[in-house]
């Protein structure tokens, strides 16, 4: 009975950890599509944009380049979201 369980136990566990591995990986990756869906949207900065860093959208921290170049330093200033060039967002300051 023992043998058995354990038998289970080792060829269930490379299986275990693959369909572990698969779920941690697709939820780090972000979908080309969705910054497109955070146009006009309101972040704070994360860190500084100058003219590149990241930004907090719903709840979700993003690359962004600061349009028309410029600064933005980290937790003093709100950005809109104008735009996006695959998973890095376009920004403006909100103002």
Not at 34 to 51: N, Y
Request: a positive charge; one cysteine or more.
């Amino acid at each position: 009975m023992y043998t058995l369980a354990l038998a289970l136990l080792i060829f269930s566990a490379p299986a275990v950890a693959l369909v572990a591995y698969v779920v941690h990986a697709s939820r780090q990756q972000k979908s080309s599509r969705l910054p497109l869906r955070l146009v006009g949207r309101v972040g704070s900065v994360e860190t500084a944009l100058d003219p590149e860093g990241f930004v907090l959208v719903n709840g979700e921290l993003w690359r962004a380049r600061l349009r028309g170049g410029g600064r933005a330093a980290r937790g003093t200033s709100n950005v809109r979201v104008v735009g996006a060039r695959g998973c890095v967002v376009e920004v403006e300051p909100v103002g």
